[in-house]
């Protein structure tokens, strides 16, 4: 299974990005999907989320401006970023946990990076 993400780039302040993961490979069901962060000297963190029953979840600095969400037929998983932040700028990765192997496996995309300039 490979998750491949895509969309970062530079923007300024106030401007928009949509990033998109898309997984690959032998899949047979996918619970949750998730986007996360991180920025130089500091650790990943969890910016939003999405079940399988659609429900999410959003780091507080993120609520009202990032929306994720999913399209099982295609397995992805995308983030529509508006009002961005320089403080938003980092690498951002997504996760799916697969089912597999009889269990629920985590796995990362490499990343993209995400610039917003002032």
């Known amino acids: 299974v490979q998750l491949q993400a895509s969309g970062g780039g530079l923007v300024q302040a106030g401007g928009s990005l949509r990033l998109s993961c898309a997984a690959s490979?032998?899949?047979?069901?996918?619970?949750?999907m998730g986007w996360y962060r991180q920025a130089p000297g500091k650790q990943r963190e969890s910016v939003a989320v999405?079940?399988?029953?659609?429900?999410?979840n959003y780091v507080d600095s993120v609520k009202g401006r990032f929306t994720i969400s999913r399209d099982n037929a295609k397995n992805t998983v995308y983030l529509q970023m508006n009002s961005l932040k320089p403080e938003d700028t980092a690498v951002y990765y997504c996760?799916?946990?697969?089912?597999?192997?009889?269990?629920?496996?985590?796995?990362w995309g490499k990343g993209t990076q995400v610039t917003v300039s002032s």
């Open positions: 996760n799916m946990d697969v089912w597999r192997f009889g269990t629920w496996v985590p796995y």
């Open positions: 490979g032998s899949i047979f069901r996918i619970n949750g």
């Open positions: 999405i079940r399988s029953g659609g429900s999410t």
